[in-house]
């Protein structure tokens, strides 16, 4: 695999999660560095060698903005 999509959302809560598309993986941290450290994590845990593993992790940031009329 070369790469591996992200989707990044804020949490309600406070913080990031990130879900990947494609592969069952799911991953949260406080701040960005923190998610980045997570998804390396979650990776190499999801991937049983490190040859399957993507080459290239693409975060893909998702703001939901609301505004009344």
């Known amino acids: 695999m ?3 999509i992200f989707v990044v959302e804020e949490d309600i809560e406070g913080g990031y ?4 598309l494609g592969e069952n ?5 406080d701040t960005i560095d923190e ?3 997570m998804i390396r994590d979650a ?5 049983d060698s490190p040859d399957l ?3 290239l992790i693409r975060l893909h940031f998702v703001k939901d903005e609301v505004f009344a009329l």
């Not at 999660?17 to 990947?20: F, G, K, Q």
């Open 53 to 55: 593993a993507p080459k």
């Open 17 to 20: 999660t990130a879900r990947a």
């Open 2 to 4: 070369s790469e591996l």
């Open 43 to 47: 990776i190499e845990c999801h991937f």
């Open 25 to 29: 993986i799911f991953t949260q941290g």
């Open 35 to 37: 998610l980045k450290e």
